[in-house]
């Protein structure tokens, strides 16, 4: 695996691998890498095929954080990082400073998400999808990926990044990766090591909220109020968890449901102390 920091070093190189008939897949991340990570680089290189060349990219990326988020002390380690990638079989790192990818300062052009951005995480994180529509937009035109990997976990994400490709037609077919979780059910986070042990041990119940909430699905209800609050009931069972929010949501709208059905999506945020974390799941399993 070779590592690069510059855009330039980073064009060339992909050049040179299509150039030799490469398929570029790409997997965007913030660093810190864990496993759900990792089954990124699997996912991508399994859609891209024989000819594979995988692209990570490391960027803790500062449009994306807004005032008074944890954008100093968000874990960074890049010598791990590239161990971890380097055994999964990444072929190209590129891990830049922000210098490099935004020389200007901010950047004057962005890319400015509807109303779909100011729904559940988005109505705590105001900016916080333009920022990452901004950076994976500059990704896509600097690598030039075939396809790129997503994480359900991040659901709103992956599903405004599948917007931004189909309305703005860029030709990158866009991976799902599943939530990869602890083997007690916590979804793998890079935020995970901030967490007490106490903490800890309390963010079990977002998951285990979000399978009450499934359970019941597949005993046949489909009143998203009943599902809500079963979901709800173990979230208030644990008084460490601070719910931001919880919903139940069509995958493609995002709008609330009116009648749940397998492929509507129960979403939450939660902080545990000061660190806040994400998680879903889709009801149909
Ligand atoms: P991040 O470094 O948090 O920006 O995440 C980079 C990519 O990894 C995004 O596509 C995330 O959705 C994905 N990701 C993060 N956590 C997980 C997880 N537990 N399972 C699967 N994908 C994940």
């Given at each position: 695996m070779r590592t690069v920091t510059t855009r330039s070093e980073l064009r060339a190189a992909v050049a040179a691998a299509r150039g030799r008939g490469a398929r570029i897949g790409l997997v965007p991340t913030m660093g810190y890498l864990h496993q759900g990570h990792l089954s990124l680089v699997d996912a991508a290189r399994a859609a891209a095929g024989p000819q594979a060349f995988i692209v990570m990219s490391l960027f803790v990326n500062p449009l994306q954080f807004g005032a008074g988020e944890d954008l100093e002390r968000y874990p960074r380690d890049l010598p791990r990082d590239a161990a971890l990638a380097a055994g999964r079989g990444v072929d190209l790192l590129f891990a830049p400073t922000v210098d490099q990818m935004y020389p200007a300062g901010e950047p004057q052009v962005q890319v400015v998400p509807g109303d779909m951005a100011d729904r559940l995480c988005g109505a705590f994180r105001p900016g916080h999808f333009r920022g990452v529509l901004t950076v994976v937009a500059k990704l896509f035109n600097l690598v030039g990926p075939d396809l790129a990997a997503f994480g359900r976990k991040d659901f709103q994400q992956a599903v405004l990044v599948r917007r931004m490709v189909r309305e703005l037609d860029f030709p990158v077919e866009i991976v799902m990766g599943p939530t990869a979780r602890e083997a007690d059910g916590l979804a793998l986070s890079s935020?995970?090591?901030?967490?007490?042990p106490a903490d800890r041990e309390a963010a079990l119940a977002l998951f285990r909220a979000l399978s009450a909430a499934r359970d019941v699905f597949a005993l046949g209800q489909t009143d998203p109020g009943h599902l809500l609050t079963a979901a709800r009931d173990v979230l208030d069972a644990e008084p460490r968890v601070k719910l931001q929010y919880l919903e139940l949501v069509?995958?493609?709208?995002l709008d609330p449901v009116q009648t749940a059905d397998a492929r509507s999506v129960m979403a939450l945020a939660a902080y545990l102390g000061p660190t806040r974390l994400i998680d879903n799941v889709v009801l149909g399993g």
């Open positions: 935020r995970n090591i901030y967490l007490a069509d995958p493609e709208s």
